[in-house]
């Protein structure tokens, strides 16, 4: 999203000689403090993946026809802004007859037809064969991640969860993680087909018993990835995809557990697209793999210095809804930085537990989990494990997404929630409602006692919000890590290690400043989160292919009639552009035909 400017009157300045803050600053820091902004747990550009069957139909590509662009592009959604950035960032043209002569030869059966489904970063080819079985085709798009590494990766992390550590993944036929030599022309990824129905076609028809068995098979086989405790951090590769110099020394941490192919695999740089994006791909970065959770942190900052010194440009942003207002300064973008290299220390837990290097599912949503087809509804498969890596356990952990729910009525520690005291006197629809509630709650409660709980660290969001906060703040402005760095300096005597003083310092005229932009920040976010629903959309823009000439068509008649006063005070706010549905990012080439 976006944050509103930061005046150049605001300055968090490292003092050469380090004084004890003031209570009073202290205490205004204290009164700054805010829930994290939504962005910070969006996903990449793209749709958000729906907990239900998607109700667009497919592309289907029988053989016999003519192969045409619908194979290759982006075919289900539209974008009301940077469309053009969007497509071109989804399009990828492959030779399709050598990738049926591929899955010809590993299968021992000729296809018969293909269909595409599509995610946020790679098309999927369910492809038929002459024998009646069924097979996935995955297709990587330039969105998704670095060049080989990304599916090498991805290739080597199934292979060890599945057979080192009993994790039901689909098995892998064929795979190919260089596009130039490969005859296919992209990178792609042969493999068998999920056994079992995906959960998101399910998940609201099952009984309470059904859920608690998905979330306590999850935790079991997350159970299993986190007693794998890896030497470093970083992505998994088989060894012979990694340079000598690039690996790790050694496999699993020290005194831990081993589960076997110490030969086979190794921790190597990190395959994350955020290390990859724009210019970064060709930039000599800090990529890992990393020996302590301090030098990943530090990385995180080094990346964007380096970055902004020398590429970034004021108010180029892939979704205008994040737009940040006035000149944005890279001096003030790198000073911030390096404040919050200054804190590392302090945002690092001391258990060892909470630090071990661990793999981890970070997108556990509804499509990519598949259970039993019988009255169990067990997990049987998990897939897309594109971008998984061994990090830091407490950086790691979260729920999944289609357990979350509001945190407000929840309990804290090990109590489980419970129905209002005023429950008995609601009417029967409202009870109803608060009894989906309460068993949502419930789901949730359970995932967290068992799995999060006995990896609870103090302070968790003071000191998580600035590692996510510093490797956006060009996009998303400066104000999200500022704010993050005040309450580190309000905290700073519980969270610090030792008896130095804070390395933070702000003025009671900087809190104060701090805490009207804070403000107005929040009013500006939930203006543009009511004309998001109001105009039905989804992220970046994203509507259905059926939707979008009546959204488009809404829109172009819709700002000419805002109310003169309201304009007036937006162009104040924001005096470039307030408009949100528009494009800002510079058209792109024509894509690469890579055949």
Not at 382 to 395: E, H, K, N, R, V
């Amino acid at each position: 999203m976006k944050v509103l400017r930061s005046p150049a009157s605001i300055r968090i300045v490292r003092p050469t000689t380090a004084l004890k803050p003031t209570n009073v600053s202290r205490q205004l820091a204290t009164a700054v403090s805010i829930t994290p902004p939504s962005y910070l747990s969006l996903p990449p550009p793209g749709p958000p993946k729906p907990l239900l069957q998607d109700p667009r139909p497919p592309v289907v590509t029988a053989l016999g026809t003519e192969y045409n662009e619908n194979l290759f592009r982006y075919t289900s959604g539209r974008w009301l802004y940077n469309e053009s950035q969007q497509m071109a960032q989804r399009y990828i043209k492959f030779d399709v007859a050598a990738l049926h002569r591929i899955i010809a030869s590993v299968c021992h059966s000729p296809v018969v037809s293909m269909e595409k489904k599509e995610g946020l970063f790679n098309k999927t080819l369910m492809v038929t064969l002459a024998n009646g079985k069924k097979v996935a085709a995955r297709i990587k798009n330039p969105i998704a991640g670095p060049d080989h590494l990304m599916t090498s990766s991805e290739v080597a992390t199934m292979d060890f969860v599945r057979h080192n550590l009993g994790i039901p993944v689909p098995k892998i036929l064929a795979w190919s993680s260089h596009a130039a030599n490969n005859g296919v022309g992209a990178e792609y990824i042969i493999m068998e087909s999920a056994p079992g129905v995906q959960l998101s076609t399910v998940w609201r028809t099952m009984d309470s018993r059904q859920k608690k068995n998905v979330v306590n098979s999850i935790v079991a086989l997350e159970q299993n990835m986190l007693n794998a405790k890896f030497a470093q951090y970083g992505s998994l590769y088989y060894r012979d995809d990694i340079p000598e110099s690039k690996r790790a020394p050694r496999l699993y941490a020290h005194g831990s557990r081993r589960f076997g192919s110490e030969e086979k695999f190794c921790i190597g740089p990190i395959a994350h697209r955020n290390f990859y994006e724009d210019e970064r791909a060709a930039m000599n970065l800090d990529r890992g793999p990393w020996s302590s959770p301090e030098d990943y942190l530090r990385s995180l900052a080094l990346r964007e210095e380096a970055w902004i010194s020398r590429f970034a440009k004021p108010n180029i942003h892939d979704d205008p809804f994040r737009n940040v207002s006035g000149p944005q300064l890279k001096e003030e973008h790198l000073q911030c930085l390096e404040q919050y290299r200054s804190i590392i220390p302090a945002l690092v837990p001391t258990a060892r537990k909470v630090l071990a290097s661990n793999l981890w599912h970070s997108d556990l949503n509804p499509g990519n989990i598949f259970v039993s087809d019988d009255e169990e509804r067990r997990v049987v498969s998990i897939i897309d494990w594109q971008g998984c890596w061994a990090g830091p356990a407490y950086l790691q952990m979260t729920s999944p997404s289609f357990l979350a729910c509001d945190g407000a009525g929840l309990p804290s520690g090990l109590d489980f929630p419970k129905l209002p005291p005023e429950y008995d006197i609601m009417s029967q629809d409202t009870k109803a409602i608060m009894r989906e509630d309460h068993k949502a709650q419930m789901l949730h409660k359970l995932y967290e006692i068992k799995q999060l709980y006995p990896y609870r660290i103090s302070d968790r969001e003071a000191r998580t919000m600035p590692v996510r906060a510093a490797g956006r703040t060009w996009k998303d402005g400066i104000l999200p890590l500022r704010l993050a760095l005040l309450d580190i300096f309000s905290r700073w005597t519980e969270l610090s290690r030792s008896d130095e003083p804070c390395p933070l310092r702000f003025t009671r005229e900087e809190v104060q400043e701090l805490k009207r932009q804070r403000d107005r920040y929040v009013d500006w976010h939930d203006f543009l989160d009511d004309v998001r629903t109001t105009f039905g959309m989804r992220l970046y823009g994203w509507v259905s292919p059926h939707e979008y000439p009546s959204k488009r068509a809404l829109l172009e008649g819709t700002r000419s009639r805002l109310p003169v006063a309201l304009t007036s005070q937006l162009e104040e706010i924001l005096p470039q552009d307030w408009w949100p549905f528009r494009d800002t990012v510079p058209l792109p080439s024509a894509p690469e035909v890579r055949v």
